[in-house]
T-cell receptor
């Protein structure tokens, strides 16, 4: 079984400051890792994903994440946030093969960017 | 990228009535689609896996007679909430996988309010 823990339910940060949203996972098999963003009353938009290869993954909107297998983490970072980054962020995990489309989500982190 | 369209985006219905939500893959065929439910300020919970041409697979605790899933074609899955009650009010999101890929694509979600 897989699980995802997002350590912070809410993260307030001032505009143009850096931010890190933390995500830890557990799985008995190799995993695929994802970060999604959700704006109010909307679906999910993929920010970035880790499948294999380089552990530093760059995504859209200036976000990046680093896969750390020894710490089972996949933290999301952005060096300078904008007001428009205010949203809910979800970390998710899936497995290879037939289960790769079935995601297990963390509880989400609400990022609030303060002007 | 692949597009998944969900309709309606918002619906209000009376208690005791049934509501149908559609999930369409617009530019690809999806043999498997997934239905998630999101409670306010919480994460997405997988309800069921919809398989084209066969019965859906429900997660533990999900009432299959209340949440009817039909996947009649390779581009359409429907979720029908039968005899809806206020506790069924929630945000429902579908996703579909592009065959051979590793990423699931999400619909825009449906906000169901039962009054």
């Amino acid at each position: 079984a897989q699980s995802v823990t997002q350590l912070d339910s809410q993260v307030p940060v001032f505009e143009e400051a850096p931010v890190e949203l933390r995500c830890n996972y557990s799985s008995s098999v190799s995993v695929y890792l994802f970060w999604y963003v959700q704006y109010p009353n909307q679906g999910l938009q993929l920010l970035l994903k880790y499948l294999s290869g380089s552990t530093l993954v760059k995504g859209i909107n200036g976000f990046e994440a680093e896969f750390n297998k020894s710490q089972t983490s996949f933290h999301l970072r952005k060096p300078s946030v904008h007001i428009s980054d205010t949203a809910e962020y979800f970390c998710a995990v899936s497995g290879p093969g037939a289960g790769s489309y079935q995601l297990t989500f963390g509880k989400g982190t609400k990022l609030s960017v303060i002007p | 990228g692949a597009v998944v369209s969900q309709h309606p985006s918002r619906v209000i219905c009376k208690s005791g009535t049934s509501v149908k939500i559609e999930c369409r893959s617009l530019d690809f065929q999806a043999t498997t689609m997934f239905w998630y439910r999101q409670f306010p300020k919480q994460s997405l919970m997988l309800m069921a896996t919809s398989n084209e041409g066969s019965k859906a697979t429900y997660e533990q605790g999900v009432e299959k007679d209340k949440f009817l899933i039909n996947h009649a074609s390779l581009t359409l899955s429907t979720l029908t909430v039968t005899s809806a009650h206020p506790e069924d009010s929630s945000f429902y999101i579908c996703s579909a996988g592009l065959g051979g890929g590793t990423e699931a694509f999400f619909g825009q979600g449906t906000r169901l309010t039962v009054v």
